[in-house]
């Protein structure tokens, strides 16, 4: 039961000397924010997952101050505000991940990791911002299929890109683009003629 566990939990903090407050539940709300900044700490993609920094005027704060402390080291984590954040450079974009301080930073990197890779995967290789750019959508959708509300869903790069193509072929009529609706007509004209 959920009050023997909490008891038995109790129990063994204090046998071990570590305050009850300090200890941390477990929770699969793992991811605070994913980043993409561009070269020069300019926000390119932000997506929070709590209330760390309800405000665009605070989270773009965070943002250059992250960038700041980041862009001109070689190492993949940091602590920053109470938070670790775990990060990665590509010619002129920055990727991040952020965490509770408390968080595996193992869990972070997968995250981190698997939206790069994908994205490698779906612009084939051009990781650079003027591609992303060109390919929003799918950065949007990478997103939601690794990371959903803070809980990590997938952190296999394949899986991502074959979801995100199996979603971008779904486009509602509303949003596909005058060429697209032609094209699709076109063919359902041969088909119908070649009958």
């Known amino acids: 039961s959920v009050s023997a566990c909490r008891s038995s939990c109790l129990a063994s903090c204090s046998l071990n000397g570590i305050p009850h407050s300090l200890h941390q539940e477990p929770t699969l709300y793992t991811v605070k924010a994913v980043l993409i900044l561009d070269n020069d700490g300019e926000r390119l993609y932000a997506k929070y997952y709590d209330e760390t920094y309800p405000t665009v005027k605070e989270q773009k704060a965070f943002e250059k ?45 997968s995250v981190l990791n698997c939206l790069f890779d994908s994205l490698s995967q779906m612009l084939r290789k051009n990781v650079e911002r003027r591609a992303l750019l060109e390919n929003m959508e799918g950065l949007f959708l990478a997103v939601d299929e690794i990371v959903d509300g803070g809980v990590i869903l997938e952190s296999d790069p394949q899986q991502v890109v074959y979801r995100v193509a199996l979603r971008g072929d779904d486009v509602p009529l509303t949003e596909q683009t005058v060429s697209q609706v032609l094209q699709s007509a076109k063919e359902q004209i041969k088909w119908s003629l070649l009958r």
């Open 65 to 109: 101050n992250i960038f700041n402390k980041t862009h001109r080291t070689d190492s993949e984590i940091a602590l920053l505000e109470g938070l670790t954040v775990v990060y990665k450079s590509n010619i002129d974009l920055y990727f991040y991940v952020i965490g509770s301080s408390h968080e595996n930073e193992l869990m972070l990197m």
